[in-house]
């Protein structure tokens, strides 16, 4: 492209289109908006590929999320994002491809506000993956903590958390607390008990 051009057209970052100034007024109603002597023009962020923005088209037949500045965590330091769109990300742990949807994008930088320059590294999986631990850990400490009011199918839970982690100690101490539980019945013991028998074996 010339340098002359480069005025003239500017490139959608949501259809990846050169867009001519006649289907960019929502990009230059943001240039007149948002104006400070400390940062570059919008345009000139636009231009450079540094801004979320979306063209007219984009954003009139809906491809787009028309973004709410006041709602974003961007501190003055960068741009909010004008647009939300989908973008596709690498996940940093199995290398995957996944998609950062428009959706995903406006409940994470609106509602949980999260900062404008942070994403997510992970795809969702890798993400849940990461957090299950932290989870299981919580519930965990949450039923011993109410182990006196627990059912026996919540010890059972006890039990089976130890299980996973290869605690066979903890889920035989347990399996006793199981046994004096009133609503345990006595195949629900003998089951248990064979299961902490069995991967005890596997374990050693």
Known sequence: MKEEDLYKHYR?????QLRQLSGLTHLFK?????KFSFMISV???????????SCDDCINNGKVFVGKPEDQDWNGITYPFFTH???????????????FSKKE???????????????????L???KKKREPKVKNNRLTYLITNIEQTTSKQVEEIIDIFLEYGNYEKARYYLSVLRKKKDASED????????????TQQGE
């Open 12 to 16: 959608c970052p949501s259809c990846h």
């Open 30 to 34: 943001w240039n007149e908006q948002f």
């Open 43 to 53: 345009l000139a962020s636009a231009r450079q590929g540094h801004l979320k923005w």
């Open 85 to 99: 769109y989908d973008e596709t990300l690498e996940c940093q742990t199995c290398k995957c491809f996944f998609e």
């Open 105 to 123: 994008k406006k409940f994470w930088y609106e509602d949980l506000k999260f900062i404008v320059w942070s994403y997510p590294k992970n795809c």
């Open 125 to 127: 999986s890798c993400r």
């Open 188 to 199: 629900t013991i003998q089951l248990v008990k064979e299961k902490i028998n069995n991967l």
